[in-house]
């Protein structure tokens, strides 16, 4: 007898629906897996068996067929577990078959029958969704995630028995109530602005990066702050718009990441990978596809720390989505492509030893200083918006009372708010063919802009960036037009000289 049951797959961060079809056969009593099933479904077997029996079912004692459908996409992951088992219980006469139309079905089964979260539930819901199911039925521990998805009924079960009892009818479920975002606050743990002493214009270009999400490298001596300053980028952050905390929390979902209570992210991320890290746990990838640390600063912040020391097949890697937004990966079935549209923090010191252009006595000689400023390679330079070469903080200017944090908060909170309302978009995402006298860009600023191209000698590329920045600037300014003047302050920060 042939059965099937509905359920879905994680491809990227997306999901995908999956038919489990179910045959039961005369033959020699045996269970098969078919359709592209990675190690941890070929295991279910043993887990199906254990937990079908434990539960009070028969386990049929004939040839046992699973196609997992489409065949083609590569599945992996421990969620097929309960729609595999109820459909040996449909295929052998255990269950009405008729009643699994409805009812899409993820979760991972322990041996004694009981009902296990599984990564990925989110995007897991959507696709059930998009499928037109009506209803899918998930572990509890993973209810509060997939009720964040609208429009599909949601329940969660404890267990095996719990799943049957409920498609059978015998005792049903309660729908689960939509998940409502949790209220954003503030990340306790990062810094405070004012905690930084002196450093007026490396904080300005904090200031300024956060604002309109561009990307800001900090160049000094070692002990100088820059990365507490960096850090301080997470707690000036705007919260997440709906559309955006969704898009975050689905990539946290996939990669087993989410807060079960809270699985709506609220929090722009701020992700601070160490130097060491492979470049596949940079960008993601591997035979079990994951999100990487970009994909997971998605909306947020990538502070890279000592940027220099790493790989720089790393530093490479990062160029695509610092471009596009996106991070590529092939498959064997084709090519994926993940959300990785971060905004980059790097800090590094101008050279080896860290004392060049400081006070103190540099040891470096010429050819390892000229070595370690190329690593810094043109793909990352040019994609660096801001740059700011830090000096020692002399001690007059350490004197000078730091303004509280709420007051840069509510500037870059006002300003974010703009530019949204004004285009729709950050600044950063702004495109050439939109700086118009719309967006303040009015035709005798679009001069000054190729004079001053000319005149430093600036890519294209380089010269659109420093034109973001500058409407950036503007609107901290509360101003309409972008000025002269913010266009300079924007030109100040080119990441020129990089390194000694
Ligand atoms: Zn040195």
Same mark, same amino acid.
């Given at each position: ?13 997306d ?51 699973? =196609? $997992? &459908?489409?065949?083609?996409? %590569?599945?992996? !992951?421990t969620?097929?577990? +309960?729609?595999? /088992?109820? *459909? ?8 009405d ?11 991972e ?12 539930v ?33 329940f ?16 049903l ?20 602005l004012?905690?930084?002493l ?9 200031e300024?990066?956060v604002?309109?999400?561009? =990307? $800001? &490298?900090?160049?000094?001596? %070692?002990?100088? !702050?820059?990365?507490?300053? +960096?850090r301080? /980028?997470? *707690? ?20 087993g ?17 160490h ?44 160029r ?26 790097a ?18 000689d010429?050819g390892?200083?000229?070595?370690? !400023?190329a ?38 909170q ?65 101003s ?5 003047q ?15």
């Amino acid at each position: 007898m042939l059965a099937e049951t509905l359920s879905a797959a994680v491809v990227g961060v997306d999901g995908t629906p999956v038919r489990v079809e179910v045959d039961v056969a005369f033959g020699l009593p045996g269970l098969t897996i078919v359709g592209l099933a990675g190690s941890a479904i070929q295991e279910a077997r043993d887990r199906v068996r254990s937990a079908l029996r434990n539960s009070g079912f028969e386990i049929p004692s004939r040839r046992v067929t699973i =196609n $997992l &459908a489409p065949a083609d996409l %590569p599945k992996e !992951g421990t969620g097929f577990d +309960l729609p595999i /088992a109820v *459909g040996i219980l449909a295929a052998s006469g255990q269950l009405d078959p008729g009643r699994l139309g409805d009812t899409a079905l993820v979760g991972e089964l322990a041996l004694d029958g009981g009902l296990r979260p599984v990564p990925g539930v989110m995007a897991l819901a959507a696709a059930a969704r998009a499928s037109g199911v009506a209803g899918i039925i998930v572990a509890e521990p993973n209810l509060a995630e997939a009720a964040t998805v609208r429009e599909i009924a949601v329940f969660g079960a404890a267990s095996l028995g719990a799943a049957v009892g409920h498609l059978s009818g015998r005792r049903l479920l309660d729908a689960a109530e939509p998940t409502s975002p949790s209220a954003w606050r503030p990340p306790e743990d990062a810094p405070d602005l004012s905690e930084v002493l002196g450093q007026r214009v490396a904080r300005r270009a904090v200031e300024i990066a956060v604002a309109g999400r561009h =990307n $800001l &490298a900090l160049c000094g001596p %070692p002990g100088i !702050g820059k990365t507490l300053l +960096l850090r301080c /980028a997470a *707690g000036l952050q705007p919260p997440l718009r709906d559309d955006e905390a969704i898009e975050v929390s689905r990539i946290y979902s996939v990669a087993g990441l989410v807060d079960r209570s809270a699985p709506l992210v609220r929090r722009r991320p701020f992700r601070a990978p160490h130097h060491t890290i492979s470049t596949q746990a940079l960008v993601g990838g591997g035979p079990r596809i994951r999100p990487g640390e970009a994909s997971l600063a998605h909306r947020g912040v990538l502070m890279l720390d000592e940027a220099l020391h790493f790989r720089s097949d790393a530093l490479d890697a990062l160029r695509q989505p610092l471009e596009a937004g996106t991070v590529t990966i092939a498959r064997v079935d084709g090519v994926l492509f993940l959300p990785a549209r971060f905004m980059l923090l790097a800090a590094f010191n101008p050279c080896p030893c860290g004392w060049s252009g400081s006070s103190r006595q540099c040891r470096c000689d010429e050819g390892a200083r000229r070595r370690y !400023g190329a690593r810094l390679s043109g793909p990352l330079r040019d994609r660096l918006d801001l740059y700011v070469r830090m000096e020692t903080v002399v001690t007059a200017s350490r004197a000078t009372r730091p303004e509280a944090k709420a007051v840069a908060a509510a500037r870059i909170q006002a300003a974010w708010c703009r530019q949204l309302e004004r285009q729709g978009i950050p600044n950063s995402e702004l495109s050439l063919a939109r700086m118009t006298a719309e967006q303040g860009f009015d035709a005798d600023l679009l001069h000054l802009i190729d004079r001053r191209g000319h005149r430093f000698e600036l890519s294209p590329r380089r010269l659109h960036r420093a034109a973001r920045v500058a409407r950036t600037i503007a609107d901290l300014e509360a101003s309409a037009a972008v000025s002269a003047q913010h266009l300079d302050e924007a030109l100040r920060y080119r990441p020129e000289e990089i390194a000694a």
